[in-house]
């Protein structure tokens, strides 16, 4: 499977997500559960890089890739009554997160796979983190600030 492939499998996935929880749309939780569940795919003859990089983003996250899953789906409404939809749409967000998806391949050079998804999610997740509505960063928001438990 090359990137073309799997980025495939991610969307299926994401799509069979959307519907189990009752959305009309991809949202990024989907996404982002869809790319945890590939991740955990074993390369077809070892010959399958985008699976493998998937596997190492999530690695190097120190994300262990069914455990976060699961999280993931506690968060989400149980099967509901809403409609199932005609066809497969991406949410506003979802859409932006494949467009910076593609900024951070460009800029790598590289075509855009699974793990430039993963990034770019996690890019999105901090850049909501760190701003205030207006998008700018928030006072105090240095992570020098922060207090740190001791237990951790």
Sequence with gaps: MGNGEVSNKVLKVAAAEMTTSGFVEIAPIHLLIALSRV???????????SVAALRQEFE?????????????RALLPKQSNAPQPGAIHRSENT???????????????EER???HLLRAMFVSLADVLGSDESGHPEAGSDPADDEIPKEL
């Design 39 to 49: 991740s955990e795919e074993q390369p077809s003859n070892g010959a399958d890089a």
């Design 60 to 72: 190097s996250l120190g994300i262990e890739p069914r455990r976060f899953r699961r999280r993931l």
């Design 95 to 109: 859409k932006q997160i494949y467009l910076l998806a593609e900024a951070l391949a460009q800029a790598s050079g």
């Design 113 to 115: 796979s699974p793990s």
